[in-house]
């Protein structure tokens, strides 16, 4: 069972790029989530779905956008990628309770 | 909005009992969770506490209670590995299916 998985583990960007962050789960689960986690400042939450086609926005949305096609697959878009974005991304679902989160392993990002 | 308070940083010695406390503002919460990251790893989860009281699990337990808008995560018998960020986190009402996270407690485990 592999969980929530997450690619890339690492990537760098130069300033303006846009990229594409996947994360997929194998648990059935219908909410995900992507939090990005800069030191001193926890977890952030970006965006978030409930199911295939609905996602929201969370705290700190502008720069990324994302899409729930199939209830597996929740891709973060960078569009144009700037300095700020910096961080270290975190994936996540959770069944219908929402009482235990499973997070994919990260994705390190440096913008330069 | 929610707001969590966590101390920065806790030290303890092997063997030893710590309380790593969270304190809150928030509109309405269904429930407290606990996770546990090392070195910037995936956050695992430990216990979450719907209602006021003592969770226990194994050499950890959670406590939660709405009055004082306040909890604590406890771990006894500490190991090594212990060693580790340590994240309360709350399931809003507004915004059920997501978390919002404290800042962390770094918990550093000495021999």
């Known amino acids: 069972n592999a969980g929530v998985t997450q690619t890339p583990k690492f990537q760098v960007l130069k300033t303006g790029q846009s990229m594409t962050l996947q994360c997929a789960q194998d648990?059935?689960?219908?909410?995900m989530s992507w939090y990005r986690q800069d030191p001193g400042m926890g977890l952030r939450l970006i965006h978030y779905?409930?199911?295939?086609?609905?996602?929201d926005q969370g705290e700190v949305p502008n720069g990324y956008n994302v899409s729930r096609s199939t209830t597996e697959d929740f891709p973060l878009r960078l569009l144009s990628a700037a300095p700020s974005q910096t961080s270290v991304y975190f994936c996540?679902?959770?069944?219908?309770?929402?009482?235990?989160?499973?997070f994919g392993q990260g994705t390190r990002l440096t913008v330069v | 909005g929610q707001s969590l308070e966590q101390p920065s940083e806790v030290t303890a010695v092997e063997g030893a009992i710590v309380q790593i406390n969270c304190t809150y503002q928030t509109s309405g919460f269904y429930g407290l969770s606990w996770y546990q990251q090392h070195d910037g790893g995936a956050p695992t989860f430990l216990s979450y506490n719907a209602l006021d009281g003592l969770e226990e699990t194994g050499r950890f337990s959670s406590f939660l209670s709405r009055s004082d808008s306040y909890g604590y995560l406890l771990l006894q018998e500490l190991q090594m590995k212990d060693s580790a960020s340590y994240f309360c986190a709350v399931r809003p009402l507004s915004g059920y299916s997501t978390l919002t996270f404290g800042k962390g407690t770094m918990l550093l485990v000495s021999p």
């Open positions: 996540a679902s959770s069944g219908p309770h929402n009482t235990e989160a499973f």
């Open positions: 779905s409930v199911g295939a086609g609905i996602t």
């Open positions: 648990m059935n689960h219908e909410y």
